[in-house]
């Protein structure tokens, strides 16, 4: 609900609410200070909150936003990239060793054998 300008008692429940609207639409809050005198004070800051927060909120999710749209789907095939690369090196790396493995039981001669792991 919008800002209520507190009218006064004697007001008609439509005097209060045209107060209101006109409060609100004129952004200006008119009223005595303590000494009497006229006082005027801005309801921009009051009206303008909810659209604050707003921009506050899409300025905070842009990073991920930004994120998510230029730096994903280049980290992605990158990653996939990786992700091969390792796969393969380690079906290298199990390879090799199966065949050392099946070079030492078929070796009868050690020398041979170390010969061979040296290379």
Sequence with gaps: PQISCFTPSNFTAKQAIYVDTYCWDSLMH???????????????????????????????YLPALIWRQLVTPTLASDLLFIIDELDKSYNRSVRLAQSILDMRQNTKNPLTFQAELQR
């Design 30 to 60: 008119h009223e005595f200070d303590g000494d009497g005198n006229f006082e005027e004070r801005s309801l921009w800051v009051h009206k303008m909150f909810p659209y604050s927060l707003m921009a506050m909120a899409i300025l905070m």
